[in-house]
């Protein structure tokens, strides 16, 4: 009996200990620098996920709030919205993209819900307990929390391989580390591919993006802000990549006669302003930013 319970012990201590590296690991690699809280001067928000990263140095010239985050759904975009309308903020103009893949299945698993926590309040859920839950136990015990615990395990995974077998990149891992404008064709199309396979994995869009979408939408015309879609830049190789590849939620915005600003191919052939097929690089990111809310 005593060994049966030094034994549960001992399992108890790991647990708590594993749970605590988690928690640390997790602070510092996945909530930080997330929860930011913008000042309340800004009265003109942007939202988008990594698409929007590029001007986040540029788009407080033209007093707009850069509100954006890699892998921000339109889950997270509502949240902070009425995190902005519950405090206080006299929100005039929201931007907010609305490119080819947000309405893509994907999102309803790739994104910031966790990290977003921050930014709701007991009224946004259905419950106290279901608030608590969320904003409590995940935050700290990320035993509960798989992509913690993912994250932590595939950092872990990757120190021990270094250690034991330093792996030789491979030619599409090189490709992705060279200056977009310095691959070659062939190099393009294949990173295009590949990331074409992420945006776009079915056919079907999602329909809880948007309903939550259109709940933007009424929250807009509710407390009185102007609503503006953006479709990000992409470069000529991506574009001729996904064809006509869409989940509509540009259609969305048309069809509440909402403007969609389509940038999409703006700067299709200026390949020295992206960092990829997708994604604007800090140069394209002043450039954008300049074109973008001068027309305020």
Known sequence: MKKFLLGGSVFLLFLIAFNAILFVFGKVNYYKDYAAIPDKQFKSFLFADSHGLPLQKFSGNYGVYNFSYASDS???????????????????????????????????????????????????????????????????????????????????????????????????????????????????????????????PTDASSEKLKNTLKNLIALSKENGFTLVGIKFPLTSTYLQVIGNNSYGAEQVFKENQIPVLDYKANYQDQHHLFENQDHLNDEGGKVFSEVLFSRK
């Open 74 to 200: 339109y889950f997270d975009m509502e949240r902070k919205i009425n995190f902005l309308l519950k405090n206080g903020y006299k929100v005039d103009t929201v931007f907010i993209t609305v490119d080819d893949h947000t309405l893509s299945p994907y999102r309803e698993t790739s994104n910031n819900m966790e990290r977003s926590i921050p930014y709701t309040s007991s009224s946004d859920f259905s419950t106290p307990y279901h608030y608590w839950k969320e904003s409590v136990i995940r935050y700290y015990v990320p035993l509960f929390q798989p992509k913690i615990e993912s994250i932590f395990l595939a950092f872990v995974k990757t120190k021990i391989m270094e250690i034991i077998r330093p792996k030789k990149k491979s030619a599409e891992e090189v490709a992705a580390e060279k200056d977009w404008s310095k691959l070659n064709q062939e190099e393009k199309i294949a990173q295009s591919e590949k990331r074409k396979k992420d945006q776009f």
